[in-house]
Structures are given as C-alpha cells and as structure tokens.
C-alpha cells in the first residue's frame, strides 16, 4: 500500500496528517500547542458532510467504568438539547451547524446508536493506526454513521503522546468515518490532558480542576468534542479546512488551547468555577453534568469562538 505523510508544526508541536489511498486519518489532536490566531478562512472544498442525522457507535476498548461512560455519554446526549438557560452544550454544537447551511446541508444531529465493550482488548494492548480503522469497521453497522473508538489507560496506541492525543479519519472504500481517543491519564497527562494536568512543555500554570473529577476521562471530552467537530465537517479531507490537504487545520484544531476569553498560551481563558469543587468548566449539559469544550473556528468572523 503507498503511504504519503505530511508533517505541520503547530506552534512548538506537530500535528500528524496521515493519507493513504483506502485509510485517510485527517486530524490529529493536540491540546497543549500554542495558539496563533488563523491568516486565512476556513473553507468548503465541496466534498461530503456528516450532515442530517447521524449514527453514532461506540467501542470501549479496555476498562471503563460505569462513571466514565455516563460522563460520555451523557455529552452526546447532552448535544441535541433545545438551547436553554440550563444546557449550554447546544449552543457550542449550534457554532458548527453554521457549517453545514453555508454548504447547504442539513443540520446535523447525534442519534446514539449501539456500544460494545471490549474489555479483554481482543487485538492485544499495543495498536497499530491501522486498528483503529479495523475497530471502527466493526462498528459500522448503517453506512454514513460515526464509530467512536475509545481506548483505555494501559492500552498504547501507535502515536500516541508522542504525535497526537486521537484523531479522526476514514475509510473512504466503506464510506466510514470514524474518531479515535485514548485515556491518557497514565501516559501522557501532561500533554493529552492540559489544562486539567501540569503541561510538559510551554508555561507551567497550575492545572485546573477536573469538571466531572476525573483527568483522564475530562482530557477525553475535550479531545472527543474536537475531533467530532473536525470528522463533522471534514470526513473525507475535502469538506472544511484552513491550508492545504497536507497540512491542515480543522474547525477546532485552528483554535487548540483556547477554552475562554482572553486565552494565551499556559491559560485556558475565562472560565466558570464550580464553588463546590473548584473545577473549571464552560458549559452545561445533561444530568447536571459540566463539562470544558474547545473554541471553535467561526466561519462569520473568522476568528476563535468560545460559548463564554
């Protein structure tokens, strides 16, 4: 099989874009680069959306608990919620419908479709890239869905820490998309976790507190929110991008770091506080559940949109 890579710095990281010609990986998710505001539009180069409604699968590949399946689950669910004063999760996935009218599609909404629970790690504790492709195919039970693989913290991922946190990509022969993110609290916290853990590289501030008390699993939804922004509206690698197909940037990887107003480098930017626990949060969502969710790139304005 012919492989072309493409590597593209990201301040003082790199994120990894890796292509084939049947297994496309798009965007690679690193959450402690320094954040430089975008030169150029994001734009549509008019291939398919995950538009209307849209299956989504999961695959608990290890040892989850039941905590941390409802917390992300309940982010999922919490997507579709009518905007209101209690949920505020919508309005952050109402920031990416603005995507889907400029390219005349359909709104997108979330359908919870089957999970399946791995817990004996049947293709072993190290993966390749190329299982994750594997994994998802077995997930992908109607075409046009989403299969989320998510792997836990004792299983070591090609990649992972060293080049990314997770990614998104396809199988352009079954027309399936699918995201990947690992648990990396035992790992690489200090990069696949920040700002809930003290970062390797860059300004050493404080961590912040975890909203729903657990790094690892919080870490996730930050990396699960972007990646499902980026595998929405860029699929295939021909839906919305910034740059060029072999260094691009997504709709939230163009705002890695930025969490709030006034963010900069080593700080998330304005956030609200749990008085109860300290936690720092920015929006609401199912179950009383709070949750940190990535700035994203504002078609509009052309600038790092946060719901705060």
Request: include cysteine.
């Amino acid at each position: 099989m012919d492989f072309s890579k493409a590597i593209r710095g990201v301040s003082i990281f790199l994120v990894l874009v890796h292509f084939n010609l049947g297994n496309l990986c798009l965007d690679a998710r690193k959450l402690t680069s320094l954040y430089q505001p975008p030169t150029m539009a994001i734009t549509y180069h008019n291939g398919a959306l995950l538009a209307g409604d849209l299956p989504v699968s999961i695959l608990w590949y290890g040892t989850f608990s039941p905590a941390q399946k409802s917390t992300i689950v309940d982010f999922f669910l919490s997507l579709n919620r009518q905007k209101d004063q209690l949920h505020s999760v919508p309005q952050w996935w109402n920031q990416l419908q603005t995507y889907m009218r400029k390219a005349g599609k359909r709104e997108t909404d979330i359908v919870l479709s089957k999970q399946v629970s791995d817990i004996n790690c049947s293709m072993g504790k190290i993966l390749k890239k190329s299982h994750m492709t594997e994994l998802a195919q077995g997930m992908n039970s109607k075409p046009g869905g989403l299969a989320l693989v998510l792997t836990s913290n004792d299983v070591a991922v090609e990649g992972f820490c060293m080049s990314n946190c997770g990614f998104h990509g396809s199988d352009t022969k079954q027309n399936l998309a699918f995201i990947w993110v690992g648990n990396s609290v035992s790992q690489c916290p200090g990069q696949c976790a920040w700002p809930f853990h003290q970062p390797i590289y860059g300004p050493q501030t404080a961590p912040l507190g975890a909203p729903n008390g657990d790094v690892g699993i919080d870490g996730m939804i930050v990396n699960i929110a972007s990646l499902l922004a980026g595998a929405v509206t860029n699929p295939f690698g021909n839906g919305y991008f910034l740059g060029s197909a072999d260094g691009l940037f997504e709709v939230a990887s163009a705002c890695t770091g930025v969490y709030g107003k006034g963010a900069y480098p080593g700080y998330a930017g304005e956030l609200l506080v749990d008085p109860s626990t300290g936690a720092s949060y920015n929006a609401l969502g199912v179950n009383e559940r709070k949750y940190l969710l990535p700035a994203l790139f504002d078609p509009l304005t052309s600038q790092c949109s946060t719901i705060l």
